[in-house]
Nanobody, 126 residues
C-alpha cells in the first residue's frame, strides 16, 4: 500500500511561485512512476506533469511546460512541483499520484495511476 500526502498549496497572486510537495510512504518509492494532476471547479481532472522512476525523464502538459518543474528525491520519498509564473487559470486542486506500472506512454492518463493523495488547493488571483 502506498500513501501520498501533498502540501504547499495556497493563495498567491498572478506571477508568483509556489512549490508543492508530495510525501510517499512506500518501501520501494524508486519503483513508482509519479504524476501531478489538477482539477479546477467544474472541469475534469487533467494531467500536469509526470516523472520516471529514476527522475531522469519528465513530461509536462503544454499549458505548464516552461513554467512548472517536477523533480523527485528517492532517498526522501518525495516529489516536488515547482510552479513559477502562476496564472489564474492554474487555480485548481492539485493531486499527486503514483503507479508501479512501467508504461511510460500512459503517464498522462489518470487511469494509469493506482495511488492518489488527498489534494492541495492552489488559488491564483489576478
Amino acid at each position: 500500500q502506498v500513501q501520498l500526502v501533498e502540501s504547499g498549496g495556497g493563495l498567491v497572486q498572478a506571477g508568483d511561485s509556489l512549490r508543492l510537495s508530495c510525501a510517499a510512504s512506500a518501501r520501494t518509492f524508486s519503483a513508482i512512476t509519479m504524476g501531478w494532476f489538477r482539477q479546477a471547479p467544474g472541469k475534469e481532472r487533467e494531467f500536469v506533469a509526470g516523472i520516471s522512476r529514476s527522475g531522469g525523464i519528465t513530461d509536462y502538459a503544454d499549458s505548464v511546460r516552461g513554467r512548472f518543474t517536477m523533480s523527485r528525491d528517492n532517498a526522501k520519498n518525495t516529489v516536488l512541483l515547482q510552479m513559477n509564473s502562476l496564472k489564474p487559470e492554474d487555480t485548481a486542486v492539485y493531486y499527486c499520484a503514483g503507479t508501479y506500472g512501467s508504461n511510460w506512454s500512459a503517464v498522462r492518463s489518470e487511469y494509469e495511476y493506482d495511488y492518489w493523495g488527498q489534494g492541495t488547493q492552489v488559488t491564483v488571483s489576478s
